[in-house]
């Protein structure tokens, strides 16, 4: 375990430094990480090396299942989209602690969760610098049994209330302010009993009531369109949008 210095209790955790950046970990993880290895149970060999390590089947490559002792989390290193990622892959540019992107996602999974919202408990982020820029990473509680919304439609068509809790759930966090940066069919979760959870709140932010949660909706609208292209109409179609919509009016 490589610490240095001693901890600093933080709104829903405490920070700890590393020898070339810091680590955030939510009080309720405190006991686990430390047990499972300081910063080292952000390094996916730490756990391959334990036989703990199962790659996650969607995203970007780079997110991980781990089992803990305890627990099952999931493992993500943030990586870049679009046209800078082939020339700085994982690394973003420093603009201090605070806008860290693992540690604003923590918080903000912190706070959304701590209230009841569907969102993963975070465990704990951590970055390291290097100059003007810096690598970042997160963990967070796996949601148990639980699959992606674009998967379950590459499989078999959703009931009208599936439908629905999804719109419920959506119409709950946006009511807690949460604009979602990147609000998809692969970001949206069920589980066997279809209890919905939402993911990847990189970029989110808490704003007052606006026109962003129309553009949140118009967003999923677009991806579901696209994930079902080729598929059988009636996996997304009106029907299915207005049973979401029905959802979330009623919310
Ligand atoms: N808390 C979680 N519980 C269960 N599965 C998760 C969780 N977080 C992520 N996953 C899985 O890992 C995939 C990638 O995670 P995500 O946070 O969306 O990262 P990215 O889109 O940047 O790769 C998701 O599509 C989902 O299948
Ligand atoms: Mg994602």
């Not at 993880?29 to 910063?39: D, F, Q, Y």
């Amino acid at each position: 375990m490589i610490v240095c210095g001693k901890s600093l209790a933080v709104e829903g955790g405490q920070v700890q430094r590393t020898v070339d950046g810091a680590m955030l970990i939510a009080a309720s993880s405190a006991a686990s990480v430390l047990e499972s290895g300081g910063e080292s149970v952000f390094d996916p060999n730490h756990w391959a090396a334990q036989g703990r390590l199962s790659a996650t089947a969607q995203g970007r490559g780079s997110a991980w299942f781990v089992k803990t002792e305890q627990e099952e989390w999931v493992l993500r290193h943030f990586r870049r989209g679009g046209m800078t990622a082939r020339l700085l892959t994982d690394r973003y540019f420093w603009l201090g602690e605070e806008r860290v992107r693992a540690f604003a996602e923590c918080r903000l999974s912190a706070r959304l969760h701590a209230q009841g919202l569907p969102v993963p408990a975070p465990v704990a982020a951590r970055y390291s610098r290097h100059g003007l820029l810096y690598r970042c990473d997160l963990i967070t509680r796996r949601i148990a049994g639980a699959t992606p919304l674009s998967a379950l439609l590459a499989a078999a068509p959703l009931s009208a209330a599936h439908w629905n809790g999804i719109g419920r759930a959506l119409e709950g966090l946006h009511r807690a302010g949460l604009d979602h940066a990147d609000l998809n069919a692969h970001n949206i979760l069920l589980d066997a009993a279809g209890t919905v959870s939402v993911i990847d709140l990189d970029r989110g932010r808490l704003r007052a009531p606006g026109r962003w949660a129309r553009g949140n909706l118009a967003r999923l609208q677009r991806s579901l369109a696209k994930v079902c292209a080729g598929l059988p109409a009636e996996r997304f179609d009106a029907a299915c949008w207005r049973q979401l919509l029905d959802g979330y009016t009623a919310g």
